[in-house]
């Protein structure tokens, strides 16, 4: 059994946050600043910035994101928001990946709620009858879930074969809690499920890299608090929609888009997984 050096553990921890400086993280202040300022304005004002499914106004499609409902829903967005962000600060200074991870996250902050919007405004609005407006960071946050497995996949420094296929794997994952939750229809379910299976058969070979990455602490300066963090991440992707998908809809005043968070957490998946594509694939 391999020895855990408590000195080693806590230099390689300073070495890493040291890295870490208020200019390199500000992007990551923008929602919990832009949402604070908003939960404190009248409600008039609340209002016209939420996004309006009969009317919207456009700036709505980007600004009701950075509204909510009330403050239950406010701090619940925050409070995840801020867990995830701080994992993603640590990985991506581990990593040195800070400034192109500071992109995705502008990307994602300004085209997420857009994309969200026109979705349901002109595709999906039958599927909101009843609702007046649309609000809230959940879709960003569940983007910032989707970037964990990328987290996870660079942290451990591995070169993957079939890296859409895992992109491909987790969405496929996402699905099943949908599914599992929303719809009764048992061949869907089995056809999902076999394809889970199928692509992770695919996969094996990969799985076996990143296993051995994830368990080879001590090896290439890894210390087991690194890796921990690393396997955090994963863990709270694969854990998360147990939560993000609940079983009752309506809670607390608060209706849960169940849509909003698949759309935040897909977009999150694939826009990370293209983006860092020369950072985790062989070719």
């Known amino acids: 059994m391999k020895k855990i050096h408590l000195k080693k553990e806590r230099e390689f921890f300073r070495k890493v946050v040291n890295k870490i400086s208020l200019s390199k993280i500000l992007l990551f202040f923008i929602l919990p600043i832009i949402t604070t300022i908003t939960i404190l304005l009248p409600a008039n004002i609340q209002e016209s910035l939420r996004f309006n499914l009969e009317n919207p106004r456009i700036w709505q499609f980007l600004t009701s994101a950075y509204v909510h409902t009330n403050l239950n829903h406010f701090l619940g967005n925050l409070l995840l928001y801020i867990i995830i962000s701080l994992i993603i600060i640590y990985i991506a200074a581990k990593t040195q990946s800070l400034e192109k991870v500071n992109k995705w996250l502008l990307f994602i902050l300004i085209s997420l709620p857009i994309a969200d919007n ?33 987290m996870w996949i660079i942290s451990l420094k591995e070169k993957l074969k079939h890296s859409y296929y895992l992109m491909s794997f987790f969405i496929i994952y996402i699905g099943i809690f949908v599914v599992m939750r929303y719809t009764n229809k048992i061949i869907l379910k089995l056809i999902i499920f076999l394809t889970l299976i199928i692509f992770g058969l695919c996969l094996r070979t990969d799985f076996k890299k990143l296993g051995k990455a994830t368990l080879g602490y001590g090896k290439d300066g890894k210390v087991l608090s690194d890796v921990i963090i690393s396997c955090f991440s994963l863990l709270i992707f694969l854990l998360m929609p147990y939560a993000t998908f609940p079983a009752v809809l309506q809670s607390g005043g608060t209706i849960t888009n169940i849509f909003a968070h698949y759309l935040g957490m897909v977009y999150g998946l694939i826009v990370s997984f293209i983006y860092f594509r020369k950072e985790i694939s062989e070719k």
Do not use: D, M, R
């Not at 649309?134 to 910032?144: E, F, K, P, R, Y």
């Open 118 to 150: 026109v979705l349901i405004k002109y595709f999906l609005i039958s599927t909101f009858t009843g609702y007046t407006s649309l609000c809230g960071a959940s879709g960003i946050v569940s983007a910032l879930l989707g970037f964990l497995p990328l």
